[in-house]
């Protein structure tokens, strides 16, 4: 959903209709990066959202993007910040990637931020943009290490751990858990 389509009494109905999880896309922490993607909400609006939607009981996975055009390592971190702070269940960080027939490819091909056009590297998780406010390389490590930061938090295994209701749950956050280190350590 969209952090500015739902209120708190739908959330309610949502929950007592089925609802267990919602995914949000913030994309960044940055009000300047926000405008550039053309989303038209605030961080007010996403906290306010977040926070409701914890309340309603309806689990929260957020989805952000790293690389976007005005993008700098202090804003990378802020956004990294900013998802901790948010504390979601679930976190998404991938690597902005403009896909050919959208507005921003177009202006990245226009402005020649394009690395390559090999279709099968648009993947969210490969830098396809050479800015100049950030090198693709650096976009590529802050993505490595964003996940890590996110969910290698003490405060965020105990959470995860205190959730688990099964032996399939269980088996669920092991294999995530090795998947995290061989992503995050592993390159």
């Not at 976190?91 to 099968?120: C, R």
Request: glycine share 4%; charged share 30%.
């Amino acid at each position: 959903s969209r952090v500015d389509t739902v209120d708190f009494e739908t959330l309610k109905k949502m929950k007592k209709a089925g609802c267990h999880q919602i995914m949000y896309g913030v994309e960044s922490a940055e009000p300047k990066i926000l405008e550039n993607l053309n989303k038209r909400f605030t961080l007010q609006k996403v906290e306010e959202t977040i926070f409701a939607t914890k309340k309603a009981g309806i689990d929260t996975r957020l989805a952000f993007m790293i690389g976007s055009p005005g993008e700098t390592e202090e804003t990378i971190k802020k956004t990294i910040k900013y998802a901790i702070y948010l504390d979601p269940d679930f976190v998404s960080f991938n690597i902005t990637t403009p896909y050919p027939g959208t507005e921003m490819f177009s202006w990245a091909d226009k402005n020649k931020f394009l690395i390559h056009k090999d279709w099968q590297r648009y993947d969210l998780a490969t830098p396809v943009m050479e800015l100049t406010t950030i090198s693709s390389e650096k976009v590529l490590s802050y993505y490595k290490k964003s996940h890590r930061q996110f969910y290698l938090r003490p405060s965020y295994i105990l959470k995860r751990l205190t959730k688990i209701r099964n032996i399939e749950d269980l088996k669920m956050h092991i294999k995530s858990f090795i998947n995290l280190v061989k992503f995050g350590f592993g390159q």
